[in-house]
């Protein structure tokens, strides 16, 4: 006999990233992962190096320096604050915590792998709620909530789509949940969006007992590789994260790095002035290529291409990886006809809009 899993686990499909690897390729051209084009802060990287001399001290369990600086640049309160090995750790955080067998955690369809996945591994029921026009319909996730439904996970930007809810839609669906379920904003994308319109989710987790905001410094922040995360949280809620997470779940550096990132807005002004400017022109280019680029407040584009034997999605994607250019196929977020495409340096971007336009105009093509 083995050791055997909980029924379900060996169920799930495991999370797979975006690729960062094309043998053979003279150059990588990595827009597969949503990543700053930019880097992380210099500031951030001088608080990374300086603790090269204390890899063997344990870290602040409480992440003291972080969270007040958080706190600080977000004018939130910081003991609502709860720190994570990027919101991944806090997404399965919040399910282990609410759910599990028997329960339904609900999302809509083409929002982030990770809520389903959670879910499962936790024992409890993924249920998605359709979209309308690629963007979360309140109406249908409400549809769809049950004596069952624990949490409702909102990506708002929604990646991979790029498209987002207004603060007063965020708040119809906070109002038409009942009281015990949990509404989690995934705000990963806040910062890039600065519609009249839209609301990060901050003010409800300070006005309701159920809702949670979630962000992450591996978008514009630049620290995708030190997993930094955090959750804004009633205090009940941050109460049951800390005594889940590990007491040591954020590594130091990782702290220091974030609380010098979240300081430099500077450097946050240059990521999101470069982002505005290349996702239009990146944009711009792929539609005049044919191909069909979906309105989007990320640092991403979604990408619809013809269903047609010579010019489809999953064509492209390998066509583009000969070139040494990485893109992310969307059929596991069931988009198979589309490519997500993150916005790079100016070099990157050119490259992959020159490369789709090769493609496009290659055999087959009515040009």
């Not at 939130?76 to 339904?104: F, H, K, Q, T, W």
């Amino acid at each position: 006999m083995t050791p055997i899993p909980r029924p379900g686990i060996l169920e799930v499909a495991p999370y797979v990233g975006g690729e960062s690897a094309a043998p053979g390729a003279n150059r990588i051209v990595r827009l597969a992962s949503n990543e700053n084009p930019l880097g992380p802060s210099p500031r951030a990287v001088a608080a990374y190096e300086a603790l090269k001399d204390e890899l063997h001290r344990y870290p602040d369990g409480a992440a003291t320096a972080l969270r007040a600086a958080i706190a600080e640049a977000e004018g939130l309160a910081v003991e609502r604050i709860v720190c994570g090995a990027g919101s991944d750790e806090l997404i399965a955080l919040l399910v282990r915590g609410y759910a599990g067998p028997g329960d339904e955690v609900l999302h809509s369809a083409h929002g982030f792998l990770m809520y389903s996945i959670s879910a499962k591994t936790a024992g409890a029921t993924p249920v998605t709620a359709p979209e309308r026009d690629l963007t979360a319909d309140v109406d249908a996730l409400l549809a769809r909530v049950t004596a069952r439904t624990r949490l409702v996970f909102l990506a708002n930007p929604n990646n991979p789509t790029g498209s987002y809810l207004p603060d007063s839609e965020v708040r119809r669906l906070r109002g038409g949940l009942p009281d015990h379920v949990l509404l989690v904003i995934d705000a990963a994308y806040a910062e890039y969006l600065e519609a009249a319109d839209y609301a990060n989710g901050a003010a409800l987790v300070e006005a309701f007992d159920n809702v949670v905001m979630l962000r992450t410094f591996s978008k514009v922040h630049g620290l995708a590789s030190l997993r930094l995360g955090w959750a804004y949280c009633p205090p009940d809620v941050a109460d049951v994260l800390n005594r889940l997470r590990g007491p040591f779940n954020v590594a130091q550096a990782a702290q220091a790095a974030g609380t010098a990132a979240i300081a430099d807005r500077d450097h946050v002004a240059r990521a999101l002035r470069h982002n505005t400017r290349w996702r239009a022109w990146l944009s711009e280019q792929l539609q005049a290529s044919g191909l069909h680029p979906y309105p989007s407040v990320g640092n991403f584009v979604l990408v619809g291409f013809p269903e047609t034997p010579s010019h489809h999605a999953e064509g492209a994607l390998a066509w583009l990886k000969t070139q040494g250019i990485l893109v992310r196929g969307m059929a596991g977020y069931g988009l198979p006809h589309c490519l997500r495409v993150t916005v790079g340096t100016e070099e990157e971007t050119r490259a992959v809009a020159e490369g789709l336009a090769e493609f496009m105009a290659g055999p087959g093509s009515a040009a």
